[in-house]
């Protein structure tokens, strides 16, 4: 019996067993949050790309710096709740209870930590003044900070009720919109394309709430009763993973702010342009590791088998696409503009150098989440947030932009040697991996 086989039948798996399952809805829910990643990505590379040809670069970095703003209001803001709604609303009595509480307490947050960090703003750049001179344009980012934390919660409620099409169905809500809004938005300048963002979001919250939810879960009533008990219960689990979260999502939402007020705003676009490029490099790698992280979930004696199957593809596919950015990169940039492939050149070849480690470390944050092993979770992720952001902040004024790129480099570097240490010093994961690799190359090559 072969190695791999043998594997199968030690653990009670029969194959064909194994096939009827993938068809399960859970994988064909995994299927479309790759969807929700390929439609953000290639609608934010759409929109931005044309904003570059309606729009001056001062206007792209300031509405950059204030929807990077919002984005982190909305991350901060859910305290890792959407992670305990997906762990413990299939077994809670009360579901309806506790998706209004999550909704309350999350609306509730988002309010004060947008207060906060809009009073912050101003002080960061003498571009945001205008902050303390204008009260209704204070409360309308508010409002869009709060609206996008929403839009969050429903998207989490979706996947805890096993209903990702619906996520999919708002991510396309949401990026149909902001694209339609963008082009009737021409000539406001930042707040046509701040604007043409926030509007959107409030499309997809109508659309979710009103259309969708009722769909995913016909018995759901919009209470406003809060359950002390249930929100408990969910933020201890939460919590880890969302300091995780938060110290790994940290340097793209800081990114526009930090340049902003270390450069100008043209640099902040610059900048944002090439990291959403480098993004949408890794965007398939990482799914796909979310995908992993799944299966394993359900199929947990398959874990070491599933997770090094998913790491080979999402490192070969990772590969080839860096491999070509770095070649084509400064002609790709011209696609915004010269001035985005003069200052953004550097900075993107660097991404994409760095591209297959974070993929790498992607998967092995993955398999450390199945594990349960959030304490390593958390101090990994702060290695890459606090090297980043150190290195960046300090080379910027002798290279530029593309010290984040340096920082960023080095960070998930540091991170997948230590990943590449534990699987060497474990035999049989380094066995399991190494019968994968044979096999998916001889596939590949037959």
């Given at each position: 019996m072969k190695q791999f086989d043998r594997f199968f039948f030690n653990h009670g798996i029969k194959p064909k067993k194994l096939v009827v399952k993938i068809k399960q809805s859970l994988f064909a829910n995994a299927g479309y949050l790759l969807g929700v990643d390929v439609i953000n990505s290639s609608v934010g590379f759409l929109f931005w790309g044309l904003a570059t040809r309606?729009?001056?670069?001062?206007?792209?970095?300031?509405?950059?710096?204030?929807?990077?703003?919002?984005a982190l209001v909305s991350l901060i803001s859910g305290f890792g709740t959407g992670n305990g709604l997906i762990r413990f609303l299939p077994e809670n009595n009360e579901p309806n209870r506790l998706i209004n509480s999550l909704y309350i307490f999350n609306i509730a947050t988002a309010f004060v930590v947008g207060s906060i960090i809009l009073l912050i703003l101003p002080l960061w750049s003498v571009s945001l003044n205008f902050l303390n001179d204008n009260l209704i344009i204070v409360f309308a980012i508010l409002a869009y900070g709060i609206a996008m934390t929403f839009t969050t919660s429903l998207r989490m409620t979706f996947l805890a009720l096993r209903r990702a099409k619906f996520a999919f169905w708002q991510a396309t809500t949401i990026n149909g919109a902001r694209l339609l809004l963008l082009v009737l938005f021409v000539g406001f300048g930042a707040w046509g394309l701040v604007g043409s963002v926030s509007i959107a979001v409030l499309v997809s919250i109508l659309f979710s709430f009103f259309v969708f939810l009722p769909r995913a879960m016909p018995a759901y009533r919009p209470i406003f009763k809060f359950s002390k008990s249930g929100i408990s219960t969910i933020l201890p689990f939460s919590f880890g993973i969302y300091v995780a979260n938060l110290l790994i999502q940290a340097?793209?939402?800081?990114?526009?702010?930090?340049?902003?007020?270390?450069?100008?705003?043209?640099?902040?676009?610059?900048?944002?342009?090439?990291?959403?490029?480098?993004?949408?490099?890794?965007?398939?790698?990482?799914?796909?590791?979310?995908?992993?992280?799944?299966?394993?979930?359900?199929?947990?004696?398959?874990?070491?088998?599933?997770?090094?199957?998913?790491?080979?593809?999402?490192?070969?596919?990772?590969?080839?696409?860096?491999?070509?950015?770095?070649?084509?990169?400064?002609?790709?940039?011209?696609?915004?503009?010269?001035?985005?492939?003069?200052?953004?050149?550097?900075?993107?070849r660097l991404l994409s150098v760095a591209a297959p480690f974070a993929v790498q470390v992607g998967f092995y944050f993955s398999y450390l989440r199945f594990q349960k092993r959030i304490s390593r979770l958390i101090w990994l992720s702060a290695v890459v947030a606090v090297t980043t952001l150190c290195l960046g902040t300090m080379l910027i004024s002798s290279l530029g932009i593309a010290a984040f790129g340096?920082?960023?480099?080095?960070?998930?570097?540091?991170?997948?040697?230590?990943?590449?240490?534990?699987?060497?010093?474990?035999?049989?994961?380094?066995?399991?991996?190494?019968?994968?690799?044979?096999?998916?190359?001889?596939?590949?090559?037959?």
């Open positions: 309606f729009y001056h670069p001062e206007d792209i970095g300031l509405a950059l710096a204030i929807n990077s703003s919002v340097p793209t939402r800081l990114l526009s702010i930090l340049i902003l007020g270390l450069v100008d705003p043209a640099s902040a676009a610059y900048a944002q342009i090439a990291w959403l490029v480098g993004g949408i490099l890794i965007a398939p790698g990482l799914a796909l590791a979310t995908s992993a992280f799944v299966e394993s979930s359900n199929l947990p004696n398959c874990s070491a088998i599933i997770f090094s199957k998913a790491v080979l593809i999402g490192l070969i596919f990772t590969i080839l696409a860096a491999s070509f950015m770095i070649v084509i990169t400064p002609w790709f940039l011209l696609l915004f503009g010269k001035s985005y492939s003069s200052q953004g050149t550097t900075l993107l340096i920082g960023w480099f080095v960070g998930y570097l540091i991170v997948a040697t230590v990943a590449l240490n534990e699987i060497f010093a474990d035999k049989k994961a380094l066995t399991i991996f190494k019968h994968q690799s044979r096999l998916l190359f001889s596939t590949l090559f037959r």
